[in-house]
T-cell receptor, first 119, second 113 residues
Framework: DTEVTQTPKHLVMGMTNKKSLKCEQHMGHRAMYWYKQKAKKPPELMFVYSYEKLSINESVPSRFSPECPNSSLLNLHLHALQPEDSALYLC??????????????????FGDGTRLSIL | GDSVTQMEGPVTLSEEAFLTINCTYTATGYPSLFWYVQYPGEGLQLLLKATKADDKGSNKGFEATYRKETTSFHLEKGSVQVSDSAVYFCALQRSGGYQKVTFGIGTKLQVIP
């Protein structure tokens, strides 16, 4: 069983809809990530939260809006998406993001993703 | 900038064959190196890691050695099983600063009975 839980597993939405993706971890990790993965490609980083503050936004369009309500939860709010936004959206967590002496060998723990289809 | 190069595949092997998936990297400093595996319909899972030169990571029969002189981290397994069919990603994480991961393109492995 994965330690990072994502809901829903599948989502189909129209271009005018508003929906949210949710991610939860209870490993005490202080860094959480959103990735977008297209078919036959590696994950592409979208956002990073470190200690519940947004640390990195990889020039993601504003139709994607992340939120970190607390250290265990991460949301991705979706609005007015385009067909090219159809992809697998992966959440991940790790002990830390900003190096604070723990070393750079902490792996990321991934959820199973939400398969998003935009009609 | 940092980069990871790996064979694109797909790699098709018969059960019990020997597996090698090549991975080379470019990075400043002393990155940590990882292999992640993605089974169909799932997210990525850590397979193994190595944090310094000459370290060998191993897990579930898979091995990879951190070779600084050749900037490589090739994945090997002596005898693959059908259940090993998946996509394998080589990745590096830089030292210091932000621990941002750089992934390779991923190599699809198909093992046939």
């Amino acid at each position: 069983d994965t330690e990072v839980t994502q809901t829903p597993k599948h989502l189909v939405m129209g271009m005018t809809n508003k929906k949210s993706l949710k991610c939860e971890q209870h490993m005490g990790h202080r860094a959480m990530y959103w990735y977008k993965q297209k078919a036959k490609k590696p994950p592409e980083l979208m956002f990073v939260y470190s200690y519940e503050k947004l640390s990195i936004n990889e020039s993601v369009p504003s139709r994607f809006s992340p939120e970190c309500p607390n250290s265990s939860l991460l949301n991705l709010h979706l609005h007015a998406l385009q067909p090219e936004d159809s992809a697998l959206y992966l959440c991940a967590s790790s002990q830390e993001f900003i190096y604070r002496g723990l070393g750079n060998d902490q792996p990321q723990h991934f959820g199973d993703g939400t398969r998003l289809s935009i009609l | 900038g940092d980069s990871v190069t790996q064979m694109e595949g797909p790699v098709t092997l018969s059960e019990e064959a020997f597996l090698t998936i090549n991975c080379t990297y470019t990075a400043t400093g002393y990155p940590s190196l990882f292999w992640y595996v993605q089974y169909p319909g799932e997210g990525l899972q850590l397979l193994l890691k190595a944090t310094k030169a000459d370290d060998k990571g191993s897990n579930k029969g898979f091995e990879a050695t951190y070779r600084k002189e050749t900037t490589s981290f090739h994945l090997e397994k002596g005898s693959v099983q059908v259940s090993d069919s998946a996509v394998y990603f080589c990745a590096l994480q830089r030292s210091g600063g932000y621990q941002k991961v750089t992934f390779g393109i991923g190599t699809k492995l198909q093992v046939i009975p």
